[in-house]
């Protein structure tokens, strides 16, 4: 591998959820280890599940992988460390004031900004030299989805400049539990931004969508300096893959979508990795995957025939479950899951039908990679408006308004530390999350579909979500008669969630950990839908086949979860723009 010659001492893996990021990271921890290195897998995905590829408890510290000599992992966990940051603020503080102020502190501290910085705190630390990375060779980032990781590189800078400033980051409690910090948060910009030091690996798959996400990514994580990169194209077709319609469709679209490849990510060095016939669960298969085991081992199964696998299970198609939608005449849909595993898709096809049936609708995401307009593909139609809650122009929303109100009876001195303390980055979720607020509103009169952030991002919004929902009710004394979005998004004749996933052992399981958050928080899942079916499709050839045969068990674990569920085919064609999404919805 191209990314693996001459390997500086940390490498970063990102690129769109759902692409192998996690599969490719693994094996090129994996490939160091063997060649004699000492290697630290770190993943710093709010919802990793490196712990399952190789079957071992990993979590918060460094945890020796028992079948790959000289290869640690580690998992950040934003809960663990934000209460660690929590116990840090809150120990001297505990002598020095009543408990009635110090509640106060506490509940500061109990949203999404605190769980972010202090997850980012970890972070910085492992790009120490005396950290907890020392004595490792290699440091392998598995990073979390594009939109996550973009934040998360971006905080190191965001958080200097605002130190330096002397901001306040109230919402963090006091500015001291950060100060001591700041020669942290600088090494951690230079080190990002020293290739000597660190190498990005751009992971995709051999998609329009996914590749755009890369240009996307490469520009944004540019701005922060970090300029060179390798490509990762995982997952393409094999030859021996077969010929069958659906096979060479989709080796149509991937060599169409890697000969379109933007000029910039073009001239980057390049990988391109087979799919491979099982899933990537195991040293064996991890170690296979750079190896090419997996396409001899196919190739032997097309030899020999293959075996035709049972055909799955059958569920109602997607249309059923748009049919209970419509029976309220209004309310609030979230589909949720893992990124990448058609969300998106889901989302608009869901939101497309409604509005073909004469409904009011409104279809947004929260995400910010913003796949929504790439997958209407510039389509409208009567009765649906499609809008983006778009970051940044939420936090210069947010600013605005604070210092309008807030900031109105205030002095010259005064304006100018509430200008201070806006800048802080922990005011990007708050600033968001009062978009997803005015979504929620929206609902009580139309249909709002909403395509949610992948899994951690999403967690994260709604702990923004239930934190305000906390503090409505610390303020009212346990008055009744008020309703806070966590309330509405709690209401089952308001809101639908739809947990998406594919029928692969990682989405699956990350679905059912988001299933028991959401239950945790009093929100109750009301369908599954399993998309990008292989077996769904009826595959012919002996290599597809082994991949449906491999979805069977991850299907029927669905089935068993879910109260209604539906199983949605790989499709010849992609599902973008309006006549191809509705024909999802067809019964």
Not at 134 to 146: C, I, L, N, R, S
Not at 162 to 176: E, I, N, Q, R, V
Not at 436 to 461: K, N, Y
Not at 494 to 513: C, G
């Amino acid at each position: 591998m191209r990314f693996l010659e001459d390997a500086p001492r940390f490498l970063f893996f990102t690129g769109k959820g759902g692409v192998g990021k996690t599969s490719v990271a693994c094996a090129a921890a994996v490939a160091l280890a063997d060649a004699g290195r000492h290697v630290l897998l770190v993943s710093t995905d709010p919802a990793s599940n490196i712990g399952e590829v190789f079957g071992a408890t990993i979590g918060n510290v460094v945890t020796a992988i028992a079948s790959v000599p000289r290869l640690s992992a580690l998992e950040i966990d934003p809960e663990q460390a934000a209460e660690a940051y929590r116990q840090r603020i809150l120990s001297p503080l505990r002598h020095a004031m009543p408990d009635s102020e110090l509640e106060g502190v506490r509940e500061s501290l109990s949203g999404s900004c605190t769980t972010e910085i202090a997850s980012f705190d970890q972070f910085t630390d492992l790009l120490l030299d005396g950290g907890e990375a020392a004595g490792f060779d290699h440091v392998v980032f598995d990073t979390a989805p594009t939109g996550h990781t973009i934040r998360l590189l971006q905080l190191p800078g965001s958080w200097s400049e605002f130190l330096t400033a002397g901001g306040d980051a109230s919402c963090l409690g006091p500015l001291s539990g950060l100060e001591r910090h700041t020669a942290t948060y600088a090494n951690a910009v230079d080190v990002l931004t020293d290739p000597d030091r660190t190498r990005l690996v751009l992971v995709t798959r051999a998609q329009r969508s996914s590749l755009a996400e890369l240009e996307r990514t490469f520009g944004e994580l540019g701005e922060i300096g970090m300029t060179g990169g390798y490509v990762v194209v995982n997952g393409v077709l094999p030859a021996d893959a077969g010929d069958e319609p659906l096979a060479s469709m989709v080796r149509r679209r991937e060599a169409e979508a890697i000969a379109a490849l933007p000029p910039r990510i073009a001239a980057l060095p390049r990988d391109v990795i087979d799919l491979q016939a099982e899933n990537i669960v195991g040293v064996d298969a991890v170690r296979a995957l750079f190896a090419g085991e997996g396409r001899r081992s196919a190739g032997r199964a097309s030899r020999m025939g293959g075996t035709a696998p049972q055909p799955p299970p059958q569920y109602p198609p997607l249309s059923s479950l748009v049919d209970e939608i419509e029976r309220d005449g209004h309310g609030l849909v979230l589909c949720m899951g893992k990124g990448g595993v058609g969300k998106t898709t889901i989302a608009a096809a869901i939101a497309v039908r409604l509005a073909d049936r004469g409904h009011s609708v409104l279809l947004t995401t929260t995400d910010p990679a913003a796949h929504l307009t790439r997958t209407m593909d510039g389509g409208t139609m009567p009765n649906l408006a499609v809008e983006r809650i778009d970051p940044d122009a939420a936090v210069r929303a947010y600013r605005e308004r604070v210092m309008a109100t807030k900031g109105k009876a205030l002095d010259d001195d005064g304006r100018a530390a509430l200008a201070e303390d806006l800048m802080s980055p922990c005011n990007d979720e708050v600033a968001v999350f009062h978009e997803f607020s005015r979504a929620i509103s929206e609902a009580r009169r139309r249909f709002v579909v909403v395509d949610t952030a992948p899994t951690g991002h999403t967690l994260l919004l709604l702990d923004a979500t239930g934190s305000y929902h906390r503090e409505i009710a610390r303020q009212m004394g346990g008055a009744t008669g008020f309703i806070t979005p966590l309330m509405r998004l709690q209401d089952p004749g308001l809101t639908k969630v739809v947990l998406v996933t594919s029928p692969e052992t990682t989405p699956v399981l990350e679905a059912e950990r988001l299933a028991a958050d959401l239950e945790r928080a009093g929100i109750h899942p009301w369908a599954w839908v399993v998309d990008g079916s292989i077996a769904a499709a009826g595959p012919q050839s002996p290599f597809l086949r082994r991949r449906a045969a491999n979805e069977l068990a991850q299907i029927a674990r669905v089935g068993g979860i879910a109260k209604r569920m539906a199983l949605v085919p790989l499709l010849a064609e992609a599902p973008v723009g309006v006549p191809r999404l509705a024909a999802l919805t067809v019964g």
